[in-house]
Structure formats: C-alpha cells, structure tokens
C-alpha cells in the first residue's frame, strides 16, 4: 500500500520510532515495510504521517479494513509521544469513543479535518 503524504524523511522517522520493527506483529520489517493506514482508508483515514505505521506486508493485509484495537491506538501514542509525527487527530478521538460508537465519532472527527 502507497502512501503520498509520508516523505521518505517521515518513513525514516516511522521506522526508529517503531525501532526497525512491524507495528502489528512487532518482528523486525526492514525494506520490506508497508505503509498501514491506522484509520483505514475506507473509513476516511489519510496519508497524514500521524495515521501511517510500518507493517510487513501480511500483517497489512491482516489488518484489512477494521479500525485500530485500544491497544494498538495506545501503543501508537506511546510511539510517538515526543515525535514530530504526532498521532493523527481522528485517532485520539476514536480513542475516548464508547463502544458501539466508534464509527459515528471517528466520522465526526475525520470530517473535522477536512473542514
Ligand atoms: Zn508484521
């Protein structure tokens, strides 16, 4: 999976804070990362580095089109605590969502930034 957004410094950046390792399975990736979209496309998710993690890709075809687990949108915010590449807005509002609600808030929050 391309992504335009993510310049090849940002693509450095990702791979230390991820320390050389897949965001989903955590084994080391290599050249051979994908760019996975957090908030997947299908639901609004963009190019924007603060939605872009490093993945084998299996692991990206894993994921396919469901939204981030809490744990994974923790471990994203724990990544980049002290990085330019902040986490992407929608994320942390999908993060205080309450369940069964998750789709209408990142929704909300994704059409936020496009205003
Ligand atoms: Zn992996």
Redesign the pocket.
Known sequence: MTAPGVTPEDAHLLDILQGGR?F????P?GAKATFDHVVPQAYGGTDDPGNIVL??R??NQLKDDRLPTPDEIERLIAQRRRSRLAVWPPILALKDAGEGEEWIVLARAVAAQRS
């Open positions: 897949c989903y399975c955590g084994e990736v993945a084998h299996r692991c």
